[in-house]
T-cell receptor, first 112, second 116 residues
């Protein structure tokens, strides 16, 4: 049981490049989330999903897109990366009957 | 909108002493959840404790307890008998649960350092 995994762990992008971050969970959770963490700030919700095929915007969705084609995977895409998107990205998931969110280890993204 | 405020950017505590980390919140929702997470230097987010807004008793999990004062809108974390391994960032968070969908709003965190 791996829990929540994130790929990649680190990435450096140039401004304007695109990339996709992959989150996978093996706990059959319905709900999945993408957060970003910036220095001096707490985590902020980017997008979330309440089930396969559904996504919704969080607090800071601009510049990101997401997809949840399979229940166990939640993808976060950056179409045209900007230096303001330099951050640590966390994925999380929880079961509909439980309040506890399980977090992945994070992806450190630097945009130059 | 929900808001979490953590006013202590950093704290230094002697090993074996108890420590209280402050958290106040603001929401207009009658139903909400309050959480504390620990983030060690390795970076992962570790769930510590949860308190529901309708829970009558304060939540406890081992050495962690949540001092929930609803009228004052505070949800302080108390760690008893602190250990060196407690040195980490601590985040308070809240959710307005929507059928299990726990969208979390986080505070800015408190960096706790335990002194041997």
């Amino acid at each position: 049981n791996a829990g929540v995994t994130q790929t990649p762990k680190f990435r450096v992008l140039k401004t304007g490049q695109s990339m996709t971050l992959l989150c996978a969970q093996d706990m059959n959770h319905e709900y999945m989330y993408w957060y970003r963490q910036d220095p001096g700030m707490g985590l902020r919700l980017i997008h979330y999903s309440v089930g396969e095929g559904t996504t919704a915007k969080g607090e800071v969705p601009d510049g990101y897109n997401v997809s949840r084609l399979k229940k166990q995977n939640f993808l976060l895409g950056l179409e045209s990366a900007a230096p303001s998107q330099t951050s640590v990205y966390f994925c999380a998931s929880n079961d509909r009957h439980s309040y506890e969110q399980y977090f992945g280890p994070g992806t450190r993204l630097t945009v130059t | 909108a929900q808001k979490i405020t953590q006013t202590q950017p950093g704290m230094f505590v002697q090993e074996k002493e108890a420590v209280t980390l402050d958290c106040t919140y603001d929401t207009s929702d009658p139903s909400y959840g309050l959480f504390w997470y620990k983030q060690p230097s390795s970076g992962e987010m570790i769930f510590l404790i949860y308190q529901g807004s309708y829970d009558q008793q304060n939540a406890t999990e081992g050495r962690y307890s949540l001092n929930f004062q609803k009228a004052r809108k505070s949800a302080n974390l108390v760690i008893s008998a602190s250990q060196l391994g407690d040195s980490a960032m601590y985040f308070c968070a809240m959710s307005a649960p929507d059928f299990g969908n726990e969208k979390l709003t986080f505070g800015t965190g408190t960096r706790l350092t335990i002194i041997p």
